[in-house]
């Protein structure tokens, strides 16, 4: 055999090999090279964007936990403040309602006063009428009168 033809021979095979690798084998393995480097890629990016969107999450729960603390803030100064509203109301109704009572016990004792005063009216009354209407019936003597005078006088002490 001719060394020169044997090379032809393999040049030509290795052409023809090379030629049938390049126009059907390599396209599907540069295509699933290239598919899966993009989901590698496609994979990188949606892990940044998963970083950044938690980041962004931790920022806003940070945000409303403060949010949150100075509404809770704001609303326990109110309730104190609705607190001491409540206890100053309470307070001064307190405060009509003794006075009132003190009022009404002033007033219920005037009353009595002034009911003591004319029932003692009455008796006295009563008492010199009945002293008046002894002293008629008696004759007229002046040791009699000072006499009923002076039990009188011990009836009206």
Not at 2 to 25: E, G, P
Not at 105 to 130: C, F, I, S, Y
């Amino acid at each position: 055999m001719n060394l020169n033809a044997t090379l032809v021979a393999q040049l030509v095979v290795f052409f023809i090999l090379a030629w049938f690798t390049m126009k059907f084998v390599w396209p599907p393995i540069v295509k699933a090279l290239d598919e899966r480097a993009l989901k590698i890629a496609d994979g990188l990016a949606a892990a940044d964007k998963a970083k950044a969107d938690l980041s962004l999450a931790e920022k806003k729960v940070v945000e409303e936990l403060r949010k949150a603390r100075e509404s809770a803030g704001d609303v326990r100064v109110s309730a104190e403040k609705q607190a001491a509203a409540l206890i100053d109301e309470a307070r001064a109704e307190a405060a009509r309602i003794v006075t009132q009572a003190r009022e009404a016990a002033e007033a219920e004792a005037g009353v009595a006063a002034q009911r003591a005063k004319e029932a003692l009216r009455d008796q006295v009354a009563q008492l010199a009428v009945a002293g008046a209407e002894k002293i008629l019936r008696k004759e007229i003597n002046a040791q009699a009168h000072a006499d009923l005078l002076a039990n009188l006088k011990q009836e009206l002490q």
